[in-house]
């Protein structure tokens, strides 16, 4: 089963501008820096999501579901932790395998070798089964 986060984006003067959810409050928090420049979360609530273990239970019998993948976490926060984009070190830059050539972002990577309009960084971060994994890596 799944952990799923309830947080409040914080802005500058620590006010609760934003509430969300997430399965991985600091991947969040790094999509809310670069549209809307919040560098913190405050965990407001917790809570099982029973779907994603019936959805990944599923797949991994072999079930053939329209469903998209659900994500599993391996963070760990409780209810009061606040989420900085300064704790955890953010890998944004993407190698591509085959070649070598390291991109100072997906965008450019994804433009280079001309693939659909996508945040290849968010496929890289948040699906460990697509095949993009062996053709492109993170790297610090």
């Known amino acids: 089963m799944v ?6 984006a914080l802005d500058q003067n620590g006010d609760i501008v934003y509430v969300g959810k997430s399965v991985a409050p600091s ?4 999509d809310h820096y670069n549209t809307r420049g ?16 019936w ?7 072999g079930n053939n579901l329209e469903n998209k ?3 599993s976490s391996n963070e760990s926060w409780i ?25 100072d972002s997906g965008y450019k990577a994804a433009q280079a070798h001309k693939l659909n309009n996508f945040s290849l960084i968010t496929i ?6 697509s095949k993009l994994h062996n053709i492109f890596e993170l790297v610090e």
């Open 27 to 30: 991947t969040r928090l790094t």
């Open 3 to 8: 952990k799923v986060y309830i947080y409040g």
């Open 124 to 129: 890289l971060r948040n699906h460990p089964r």
């Open 79 to 103: 209810v009061g932790d606040v989420v900085c984009k300064k704790e955890y070190r953010v890998k944004n830059r993407v190698r591509h395998i085959p070649s070598g050539t390291i991109y």
């Open 38 to 53: 919040w560098e913190k979360l405050i965990i407001l609530d917790t809570f099982i999501d029973k779907e994603h273990y």
């Open 69 to 71: 993948e659900k994500l």
């Open 55 to 61: 959805v990944d239970k599923l797949i991994k019998e």
